[in-house]
């Protein structure tokens, strides 16, 4: 689970925190040793000061594929991080630094539904 500050940095937009809000109260014992917060669907939070609240939503690797249900991914694209995303229809999109799977499957979200490419500092 990528928990960098360019991952939490990625993730600080209204677009991918509008999809989740912490399901019931979290408090300190629900705090890791790594900092995360883990909430009782197994969610991970991180304490960050937003426009969103105190705590921003880190999307997981399945939660993130569940925004991308219109995009077919290979294992071997995965796992090579040379991730190429296939679309209905024949069109793609390659992303080709290597990130964690967090990260890549964050920006085809961002590219696919809003239109959004991460220029390594924000949201253009």
Known sequence: MDISKEYIKMCDREEIQREKYPANELTSSDMLPDERILDKNGDVFMFSP????????LPRQDRLQEMMNNFVMSKNELGLWGLTFHKAGGEFLTISDQKSAEQVLLQGVMKELYNKTWDGNKWI
């Not at 937003?50 to 939503?57: M, N, R």
């Open 50 to 57: 937003t426009a969103y609240g105190d705590l921003i939503w």
